[in-house]
């Protein structure tokens, strides 16, 4: 009988050493709003019917210097959108065009890039490339990047790749 209360002491003793350590070390987690000026972003109509075919717009936001280049790959569920057409905007990106679409996969790849005439480009949000998609059944899904944005920006004479970011869009057919 001894031995069970000592051994019952002694599991408390550890249960209530573990308690206070733990409290004692707090992991401090500072949460800071962060925001982003280097984003590639869809932009839709207000509402989206199944069934029937609308464009999105697939644009760039950034605050310096000029787009002069990109290559965006994206998923999509293939069983709930079809993705009729992907023009990239030309008046921008006439060097070099790209658009790869596996619809049985529900992938796409889109690229361009500007000429090394770049009196066109300028800052602030760029059209990059104008989808048309339809609604194949009613509900919610996403188009989500299946790697990471690669983008060329023009600052001064040299281009850099810039960090952007592509969030996910969660498309909702009514």
Known sequence: MKQVFLTLGLLLAVMVGFYWVSNRFEVKKEVSVQIADK??????????????ETEIKLLARHENGKLVSYWID??????????????????VFDKKVAV???????????????SKTRENLVGGDVLLATLKIKG???????????????????????????????????????
């Open 39 to 52: 984003e590639i972003y869809f932009e839709t109509p207000e509402k989206l019917m199944a069934m029937t």
């Open 100 to 114: 790869e679409l596996d619809e049985i996969m529900g992938k796409a790849k889109i690229i361009g890039e500007n």
């Open 136 to 174: 194949l059944s009613k509900g919610e899904t996403m188009i989500y990047a299946s790697r990471k944005p690669e983008v060329g920006i023009l600052e001064g004479i040299k281009v850099i790749e810039g960090n952007f970011q592509m969030p996910n869009f969660k498309v909702n057919f009514l």
């Open 74 to 91: 994206f998923n999509y569920d293939p069983a709930k959108i079809k993705i009729l057409n992907i023009e990239v905007n030309k008046d």
